[in-house]
Antibody, heavy 120, light 106 residues
Framework: EVQLVESGGGLVQPGRSLRLSCVTSGFNFDDYAMHWVRQAPGKGLEWVSGVSWNSGSIGYTDSVKGRFTISRDNAKNSLYLQMNSLRPEDTALYYC?????????????WGQGTLVTVSS | DIHVTQSPSSLSASVGDRVTITCRASQGITNYLAWYQQKPGKAPRSLIYSASNLQSGVPSRFSGSGYGTDFTLTISSLQPEDFATYYC?????????FGGGTQVEI
């Protein structure tokens, strides 16, 4: 059974940093691309960042470029999102998501999400 | 960036109705389009990839079609458990982008 378990969310002041983690199981982690997708309260889904199977291809949505960094540790079956210079508009539920392929091919599994609240 | 526009933003339908949701990309994306379903308070569920391929376990009343810039998600006979919000997503080019969502009310 595929499992994606996010952690690291919480309440943080504007300008501070937070690191999200996603521990996975039930599939060969290093065979698939991975993504972070967020959802602000009452809003739609927003893709944040994605990384290919070998970290050779990485992408970000424009609003987080230069502030967020995605990474993966294939030995630990884990995905990370380092979030710096956080803003109130980054407040959202952050989902870890598994891709169908080695690069972007559509998402097939989602975690339950970890909530990030940016507020003073 | 490729912009994805979904319509309608919401709809009301009855059990047994045929429902169609459309998604339009701002430029051609071949068939690199997926559809997702999300119920209140839950994580999204993947329905369709490559515009028309059903994910494992998805009922056959769901179907997808389209190529290039115009795509559709069809529910052939709406069931009570289909009350949800539906999103399309293009994955042709980074940054990947979602449509704004379609809320389906029974």
């Amino acid at each position: 059974e595929v499992q994606l378990v996010e952690s690291g969310g919480g309440l943080v002041q504007p300008g501070r940093s937070l690191r999200l983690s996603c521990v996975t199981s039930g599939f060969n982690f290093d065979d698939y691309a991975m993504h972070w997708v967020r959802q602000a309260p009452g809003k739609g889904l927003e893709w944040v960042s994605g990384v290919s199977w070998n970290s050779g291809s990485i992408g970000y949505t424009d609003s987080v470029k230069g502030r967020f960094t995605i990474s993966r540790d294939n030995a630990k079956n884990s995905l990370y999102l380092q979030m710096n210079s956080l803003r109130p508009e980054d407040t959202a539920l952050y989902y870890c998501a598994k891709d169908l392929g080695i690069a972007a091919a559509g998402i097939d599994y989602w975690g339950q999400g970890t909530l990030v609240t940016v507020s003073s | 960036d490729i912009h994805v526009t979904q319509s309608p933003s919401s709809l009301s339908a009855s059990v047994g109705d045929r429902v169609t949701i459309t998604c339009r990309a701002s430029q051609g994306i071949t068939n690199y389009l997926a559809w997702y379903q999300q119920k209140p308070g839950k994580a999204p569920r993947s329905l369709i990839y490559s515009a028309s391929n059903l994910q494992s376990g998805v009922p056959s009343r769901f179907s997808g079609s389209g190529y290039g810039t115009d795509f559709t998600l069809t529910i052939s006979s709406l069931q009570p458990e289909d009350f949800a919000t539906y999103y399309c997503q293009q994955y042709n080019t980074y940054p990947l982008t979602f449509g704004g969502g379609t809320q389906v009310e029974i």
